[in-house]
């Protein structure tokens, strides 16, 4: 069966500090992979999603980057943190050309 | 962007009673999903409803499907405490090379009441 793993489950980090956020899927090849955020009592916003190793399409210019160095890894990353990247961020992964997609148990980011 | 749109915002019953939530959407779909999320918590796959269905069932979910109005709505029958979470919409949009990116709602927060 498929799994997906995301750590840490809580972060704070002061502001202009690195981040590095991580993500394993495990049980399937060549899934898609995407990170969400989540701002308290709101939607979901795709920020990163990816179809392949070093295939990376963002959605929103921001202060993170993405990069999936394996097939099965998705790291999100900062180099410096802004008070404004606080927020819950989610992995998820999909079938390639699926629809049904897989969630992590997200990160939750405080920028102090 | 958001595709989708959630109604109504927050929503509080009865145990036992019935709730209905409701989705809109803007472009054409090949189906719509509804999503569950615990407070604090990753997001779980409820129901996935095809562009040509009209009523899918699982258990006491029950959804439709309005192409024409493109709007979707999500019935939770004899509602439980344990149903208290929030629950999102959500559609494909085709992004090129066979893959899509999942767009959500703002979602609708229930709050059943023992």
């Known amino acids: 069966s498929q799994t997906i793993h995301q750590w840490p489950a809580t972060l704070v980090q002061p502001v202009g500090s690195p981040l590095s956020l991580e993500c394993t899927v495990e049980g399937t090849s060549n899934p898609n992979l995407y990170w969400y955020r989540q701002a308290a009592g709101r939607g979901l916003q795709l920020l990163f999603y990816?179809?392949?190793?070093?295939?990376i399409s963002s959605e929103v210019p921001q202060n993170l980057s993405a990069s999936r160095p394996q097939d099965r890894q998705f790291i999100l990353s900062s180099k410096k943190l802004l008070l404004s990247d606080s927020g819950f961020y989610l992995c998820?992964?999909?079938?390639?050309?699926?629809?049904?997609?897989?969630f992590g148990q997200g990160t939750r980011l405080t920028v102090v | 962007s958001q595709q989708g749109e959630e109604d109504p915002q927050a929503l509080s019953i009865q145990e036992g009673e019935n709730a209905t939530m409701n989705c809109s959407y803007k472009?054409?779909?090949?189906?719509l999903q509804w999503y569950r999320q615990n407070s604090g918590r990753g997001l779980v796959h409820l129901i996935l409803i095809r562009s040509n269905e009209r009523e899918k069932h699982s258990g006491r979910l029950r959804v439709t499907l309005d192409t024409s109005k493109k709007s979707s709505s999500l019935l939770i029958t004899a509602s439980r405490a344990a149903d208290t979470a929030s629950y999102f919409c959500a559609t494909p949009i085709y992004s090129g090379a066979g893959s899509y990116q999942l767009t959500f709602g703002k979602g609708t927060k229930l709050s059943v009441i023992p």
């Open positions: 998820a992964w999909s079938v390639q050309g699926g629809r049904r997609a897989f």
């Open positions: 472009t054409s779909i090949n189906n």
């Open positions: 990816s179809v392949g190793i070093g295939q």
